[in-house]
């Protein structure tokens, strides 16, 4: 660097440095090749044309140095960079150096809010959880009786439950699996998991349990001791014991008919805003995402914990690198280590497809101007605040603890939500920059856009436009205040984007493992 002329702009105009002890800058605006830059007093030359949300090395760091963002290693130097040089996939490598873990050192639990209790309007159960949506699911034990789930669902489209204000709908909960499993296989326990956990989900008001009769998982498992609550109506159908499709189609058809006079009668009611369960995803990520959206989400998780309410965090493989700063935050070494013994069995299911856990970002990711996993973690990471980590789940199960809690999912966006909800999860806030267009029923998404010009572009798919932090016109806690009020909103009844689109029922993809025989 060199002396800087008087009317050269400012490098903090035009790039955003996230800690002082960085190695890099986040590009807030494209950087020409040539531009000159005054950081600190000195004149900073942008020696490579750098992308909107890539990243500008703001030190010289030598081959095999750690490059720090966040305050913490996103990875180690190809070859030498120079201050000045653009930071991605031609000069910045992972890191594989091992980290430190430590247990509950870094505690905190959000104070607890002041002036009247926050409430939203609901849908009382009688085993006592509250409902944000009124759901009739059509829930397929097998792949075979998927089409006839689709057949029913689709009489009730359209006009047909005009006049039922309290019938949010039926859908049809598809899958490509249910036979051919190892019935004790991992697998297969994870998925009658997985069914079982959406047949007691709280938005899910009447429950119609379609099988096809020969199957490795019976459609009468998917109930077997489930404690369902006493006020949603259930059925059964086996189609091979019913006729055929098309008397199982009319009697689906009849047992629904016959559900909606009761959903209808329900009502919404107050709820302390404790009965939320927030599911937490992110999608379609840039170089914006761990410093608009997902920091502006956090906050919103931390306030929901405040009001006694439950949050999950999940997808494992992005936060793989920075799940030292959530080991630190556990309540205990239980919870910690929990964690930990998931990250290992990521690592060896990775190996065991010929991959590693830095595959991921995906090339839309590094696009938008992530580079390396544990920068992505990192980012991804603010999702879930600053509260201490109550609890650790497993993919599909139910989510009982209070306070933050984490859920192992794959990063591949409809296979995470389903877990997610599936563990009970009744509002999901998704965030994305490159412009995710997922839904999720039985719950609603609400879609956080994490710059301007992609929720410009694609206005009619967000709903709430976090690009504004990066743009200077709000701050991180004013739009997590935002999502927080959109949450309870939302909760209340009123739609997402996602749901005016009708989106969701497609994106019930529960993660399959295992042998298929």
Avoid at 215 to 236: H, Q, W, Y
């Amino acid at each position: 660097m060199t002396s800087v002329p008087p009317a050269l702009r400012d490098l903090t105009d035009v790039a955003l440095v996230l800690r002082p002890a960085d190695d890099v800058a986040v590009a807030m605006v494209d950087l020409p090749s040539g531009t000159g830059l005054n950081y600190h007093g000195a004149r900073l030359l942008v020696r490579q044309s750098v992308p909107r949300g890539h990243k500008l090395a703001i030190r010289s760091v030598p081959a095999g140095g750690q490059v720090r963002k966040y305050a913490q290693s996103i990875g180690r130097a190809k070859r030498d960079i120079t201050a000045g040089d653009h930071v991605h996939t031609h000069n910045l490598g992972m890191d594989d150096a091992d980290r430190e873990h430590e247990f509950g050192t870094a505690r905190v639990q959000p104070a607890a809010p002041s002036g009247p209790a926050r409430t939203f309007q609901g849908y009382h159960r009688a085993d006592g959880r509250v409902g944000t949506r009124n759901y009739i699911g059509i829930l397929t034990a097998v792949n075979c009786s998927a089409s006839t789930a689709r057949m029913i669902a689709a009489q009730f489209t359209g006009a047909a439950l005009e006049g039922y204000g309290n019938v949010d709908g039926v859908i049809a909960l598809t899958h490509d699996s249910g036979c051919g499993l190892v019935v004790d296989s991992e697998g297969a326990r994870m998925m009658r998991r997985t069914l079982r956990s959406y047949a007691n989900h709280p938005n899910i008001a009447g429950l119609l349990v379609l099988g096809l009769g020969c199957e490795m998982l019976p459609a009468t498992s998917l109930l077997d001791g489930l404690d369902l609550p006493g006020d949603k109506p259930v059925r059964t159908l086996i189609i091979q014991d019913n006729g055929g499709i098309r008397a199982t189609v009319r009697a689906g058809v009849e047992a629904i008919n016959d559900m909606i006079p009761h959903l209808e009668a329900m009502r919404r009611e107050p709820a302390p805003i404790s009965e939320l369960v927030l599911g937490m995803n992110c999608g379609g990520s840039d170089g914006y995402s761990g410093i608009t959206a997902n920091p502006a989400l956090g906050v919103a998780s931390d306030l929901l914990v405040a009001h006694g309410a439950t949050t999950i965090l999940a997808e494992t493989p992005e936060i793989f690198g920075a799940e030292h700063l959530l080991t630190r935050r556990a309540v205990s070494e239980e919870v910690g280590r929990k964690l930990l013994q998931r990250i290992e069995w990521w690592k060896d299911y990775a190996a065991s497809g010929g991959g590693s856990l830095d595959n991921n970002p995906s090339p839309g990711n590094k696009a938008g101007g992530l580079t390396t996993i544990l920068e992505k973690s990192l980012g991804a990471v603010a999702k879930g605040g600053t509260a201490e980590l109550s609890a650790v789940y497993e993919y599909g199960e139910p989510v009982s603890a209070r306070g933050l809690t984490f859920m192992d999912t794959p990063g591949y966006d409809p296979v995470s939500v389903t877990g997610i909800i599936a563990g009970g999860s009744t509002v999901v806030v998704f965030t994305t920059g490159r412009g995710s267009v997922l839904g999720g029923k039985p719950t609603p998404s609400i879609k956080v856009a994490t710059n301007t010009p992609m929720f410009e572009r694609m206005h009619e798919d967000m709903d709430i436009n976090a690009g504004r932090i990066a743009d200077g016109t709000a701050s991180i806690k004013s739009v997590g205040e935002e999502i927080f009020e959109k949450i309870i909103a939302t909760a209340s009844g009123e739609q997402s984007v996602s749901e005016q689109l009708d989106l969701g029922q497609d994106e019930f993809i529960p993660w399959q493992l295992g042998a298929v025989t």
